[in-house]
């Protein structure tokens, strides 16, 4: 059973500093493209970073040059460094990551996309 496990949210002031990560276990393949999204209440999920296994990154509008993703390759896992805080940025995050395709006793499986149960970021003013 894939699970993605998430940790680093909380409540910090504006113009802080807070990183999560996401780590996939159940797993022994390495992830494709992991990711970070964000929703707040009522409002659509929205891109925040996303990160190859090649580590090409890719970033939301609203967060480029104040996010950072990285990734562990080895431990499957990824990092989103958030700087300079906005409470616009108030919401929960979600990890993302893409299972690749796999075969497995002569079955094939196709590729998955999973997600953590999300972190609460909240930015105060």
């Known amino acids: 059973q894939v699970q993605l496990v998430e940790s680093g949210g909380g409540l910090v002031q504006a113009g802080g500093s807070l990183r999560l990560s996401c780590a996939a276990s159940g797993t022994d393949f390495s992830m494709d493209a992991m990711g970070w999204y964000r929703q707040a209440p009522g409002k659509q999920r929205e891109l925040v970073a996303t990160?190859?296994?090649?580590?090409?990154?890719n970033y939301g509008d609203s967060v480029k040059g104040r996010f950072t993703i990285s990734r562990d390759n080895a431990e499957n896992t990824a990092h989103l460094q958030m700087n300079s805080l906005k409470p616009e940025d108030t919401a929960i995050y979600y990890c993302?990551?893409?299972?690749?395709?796999?075969?497995?006793?002569?079955?094939?499986?196709?590729?998955?996309?999973?997600w953590g149960q999300g972190t609460q970021v909240t930015v105060s003013s």
């Open positions: 990160i190859t296994s090649g580590d090409s990154r």
């Open positions: 993302k990551a893409d299972h690749p395709p796999t075969r497995i006793n002569g079955r094939y499986y196709s590729a998955r996309n999973y």
